[in-house]
């Protein structure tokens, strides 16, 4: 690295617990990383996991705030080691679980941490034979002993884990190759190189956060602005300010992230941000809807934002996150179709009187090959049919870890033509005339009544529209045996009138008989966070279908612990 590059600013990260560098006036404490600190803390930990053993090893990533987020991952890149990254163990509860199981399934023997996770990992896992480094504590090795190492392109650079069930963790293999071509299909797509500021507050563990967030900076020698998933929870519009602060240019998040902004923004928050250097900003990870990139554009147009600026894709952790993108400073394509015809599995021009939907575009295929295919027959279907999304290409992982059944059954998908191998990403989505891809669902996560496929998304954007007081929806059956479907509705208590539950669920009722000919749904009225969501903002139905049957709900209306009857199938 030349001692230029050495001195300019890789990343800043805003927030950090870490004691800061430096503060910038009145604003959150930040810790800046140069590309010359970068590299030697690399080698440092590099060095460090070498005398440990750690070359071709797993090596567990708990999430931290500021530098080491990124210093750790590029540590075990330089000695050789597979990242295994993975939630806080502070974080409590869900994140603790999924981390212990992620340590089992992964087999790890080494840890990377700051001085407070690595004493609640080495709580968590006494007796066994993990050793954690507090990497900000302790003497680390002098860069200079870092042995080198050469990566073969097939060699795993690390494991991402899925979102989805907290204990039955699934991860990816993540090649050199792999990121190499995914990094350049981002690039390619967004447009990125050297002066661009890109920025966010998605999780290391999450594969937008990681590849997107942390990553990408690094592959086209642009500044890195990053801050905590719990300071943007805590206050979504600290990651419009930072936008405004540090002049970002690419950011991004899943769809209920800009919702979230625009519930928070008053007109005096507006009114103190500055957006028009804001130029991609990224909608991705979640169902792409039309209404909350409309709001979003209306309410912050003061602040200068712009509704070309967004840019919905669609992407996973096996394809090492991009697949289909826009073109930067083009408005998203947005299409309203026959909401019957698309049960039906087609691209239709809504009729008059028909129940129509919009869908968003998410662009098309950057470094991938793509096909719409017919889940059942895996015959390759013709634009405006709707099929699941199959891929293939070098930014697509070889598989999972230590599951080759589900590696075979998942990345090695034939057509009927007997052409593979392809990736099949369980999303049904279409492509139109024009190769623009449209994701319509989940192909195992559809809500089938009384004979009819609805997409549950319809009827959650619905549902919570109908009441301000409504937060997220959740929309899903008793199972295969029974088409009951069960609306999971979370309701904002402040401000609720006494004796008023029971009015919102018949109202809740009414629309779906009226809209959807669902007479007899079963309507659950929650508190806010009951609703489970992977740590990209997507609904996870199977869990809350598990929590159902489990009892593990308990409803503000009706206020009985279980509905077994309700749930039990027939």
């Given at each position: 690295m030349e001692a230029a590059d050495a001195s300019r600013e890789a990343f800043i990260f805003v927030g950090a617990e870490s004691t800061p560098r430096r503060t910038d006036g009145e604003g959150p404490r930040v810790r800046t990383l140069t590309y010359g600190e970068l590299d030697r803390q690399a080698r440092q930990l590099a060095a460090w996991l070498q005398s440990q053993g750690g070359a071709a090893q797993r090596v567990l990533l708990p999430c931290c705030d500021g530098p080491l987020q990124i210093t750790a991952l590029l540590g075990c890149f330089y000695a050789g080691a597979t990242a295994v990254p993975c939630p806080?163990?502070?974080d409590g509860g869900r994140n603790v679980r999924r981390l212990t199981a992620v340590a089992k399934d992964a087999d790890v023997s080494l840890a990377l941490a700051d001085s407070a996770v690595a004493a609640e990992l080495s709580r968590l896992f006494a007796g066994s034979d993990l050793v954690c480094l507090a990497a900000d504590r302790a003497a680390l090795p002098d860069p200079e002993d870092w042995r080198p190492t050469v990566?073969?392109?097939?060699?795993?650079?690390l494991i991402q884990y899925t979102s989805g069930s907290v204990t039955q963790v699934?991860?990816?293999?993540?090649s050199q190759r792999n990121l190499l071509a995914g990094q350049e299909a981002i690039t390619r797509a967004l447009g990125t190189d050297g002066h661009a500021v890109i920025g966010g507050?998605?999780?290391p563990y999450h594969d937008m956060g990681l590849v997107g967030q942390l990553l990408h900076p690094l592959y086209v020698g642009a500044l890195g602005v990053v801050m905590s998933a719990a300071a943007f929870a805590a206050r979504p519009l600290s990651w419009l300010r930072m936008i405004d602060r540090y002049g970002i240019t690419v950011s991004g998040g899943p769809d209920y992230a800009y919702d979230m902004c625009v519930r928070a923004a008053g007109d005096e928050e507006v009114e103190r941000l500055d957006l028009s250097r804001w130029r991609v900003a990224v909608n991705g990870a979640e169902p792409v809807r039309e209404a909350t990139m409309a709001a979003f554009a209306e309410r912050f147009a003061p602040a200068g934002f712009r509704t070309e600026a967004f840019y919905p894709a669609y992407g996973l952790a096996e394809a090492t996150l991009l697949v289909t993108g826009g073109r930067p400073g083009r408005p998203p394509v947005e299409r309203a179709v026959d909401s019957t015809a698309l049960?039906?599995?087609r691209l239709a021009e809504p009729r008059r009187g028909v129940l129509s939907r919009t869908l968003v575009g998410v662009g098309q295929p950057y470094g991938v090959d793509l096909r719409i295919v017919d889940p059942e027959t895996r015959q390759v279907l013709p634009p405006g049919r709707v099929g699941e999304i199959w891929i293939r290409g070098e930014s697509v992982a070889p598989g999972y870890w230590r599951r080759r059944a589900e590696t075979e059954e998942t990345f090695g998908a034939v057509t009927s033509a007997h052409d593979g191998s392809f990736l099949r990403s369980g999303d049904l989505g279409a492509v139109d005339e024009y190769g623009e891809l449209f994701v319509i669902g989940r192909l195992k996560e559809g809500v089938v009544v009384n004979g009819v496929d609805v997409a549950p998304e319809d009827i959650e954007t619905s549902v919570q529209g109908l009441n301000p007081k409504f937060g997220v929806t959740a929309a899903v059956t008793t199972?295969?045996?029974?088409d009951r479907l069960i609306v999971i509705q979370e309701v904002r208590e402040n401000g609720l009138l006494d004796g008023e539950l029971p009015s919102l669920a018949e109202a809740v009722q009414t629309h779906l008989d009226g809209e959807f000919g669902i007479p007899d749904a079963?309507?659950?009225l929650v508190r806010q966070g009951v609703v489970r969501r992977?740590?990209?903002?997507?609904?996870?139905?199977?869990a809350m279908r598990g929590l159902l049957r489990s009892g593990g709900i308990r409803p503000l209306y009706p206020q009985v612990p279980v509905f077994q009857a309700d749930l039990s199938p027939s």
């Open positions: 806080s163990p502070l990566a073969a392109d097939e060699d795993i650079a699934k991860g990816v293999l993540i507050w998605l999780p049960a039906g599995g199972g295969p045996e029974r079963v309507i659950l992977t740590t990209s903002g997507k609904l996870q139905r199977s």
